[in-house]
């Protein structure tokens, strides 16, 4: 069930107010550069292709769940700033995200090609055999990815490690857990705390390259 909401399958985890034995949480790796980057290698410049590169990289640049993603609009789009503004969200609370030069390059080549560009209109569209657009759905997400990474010939990544790529890129460059929080729509602190978990081995790393004693 857990898997399901943290996938965006399911809004709520129905069994979510049952208590469960506490266990030490699995720490899991971010996707890993060279992946991203063979996933984006593989998007051609035609409409598709343009539409999964935008997608790969809004994705990753804001950390947003794969629900929130597809349920939104060309007119959540702000120009002026690259900001987004998510309506629909977990928590039910409005917030922004934002994006960064190269993923606002992606998602404006891409809405170029749009025949529909009304605010209203689904920011990412499905493409149908009759050529219909029909916004895009969860299940038609994923098959993405996993087209994409059949074609990179690698494993396909989950949607959700994204937003754990995400989070762990935005901390290991510095930023504040409590502005990751809000950009992140997370309601409470403590689930950011695993990913600042998953940085123990960074700072095992650093403390090895710099160790006081080592140097003597």
Do not use: W
Request: one cysteine or more; glycine letters at 6%; charged letters at 30%.
């Amino acid at each position: 069930m857990r898997f399901l909401v943290r996938e965006d399958a399911l809004e709520r985890n129905p069994l979510e107010k049952m208590r469960s034995p506490k266990l030490d949480q699995e720490l899991l790796d971010p996707i890993p550069t060279e992946d991203i980057q063979a996933l984006i290698a593989t998007c051609e410049k035609d409409e598709r292709g343009l539409r999964d590169k935008a997608i790969l990289l809004v994705l990753l640049d804001t950390g947003l769940r794969a629900g929130e993603l597809i349920s939104l609009t060309i007119g959540d789009v702000i120009p002026t700033d690259g900001s987004i503004s998510i309506h629909k969200t977990k928590s039910r609370k409005g917030r922004f995200v934002f994006l960064g030069r190269k993923s606002r390059r992606a998602l404006a080549a891409y809405l170029r090609t749009r025949d529909d560009n009304e605010p209203t209109a689904p920011l990412v569209v499905a493409y149908q055999r009759n050529e219909e657009q029909t916004r895009l759905s969860y299940d038609g997400l994923r098959n993405i990815l996993k087209r994409r990474a059949k074609k990179a010939q690698i494993d396909a990544p989950t949607l959700h490690g994204f937003r754990r790529s995400f989070a762990i890129s935005m901390l290991r460059s510095g930023a504040d857990i409590i502005s990751l929080s809000r950009m992140m729509g997370h309601g409470s602190l403590p689930i950011l705390t695993r990913y600042l978990k998953q940085l123990k081995d960074d700072l095992s790393d650093v403390h090895a390259q710099h160790s006081p004693t080592d140097r003597l």
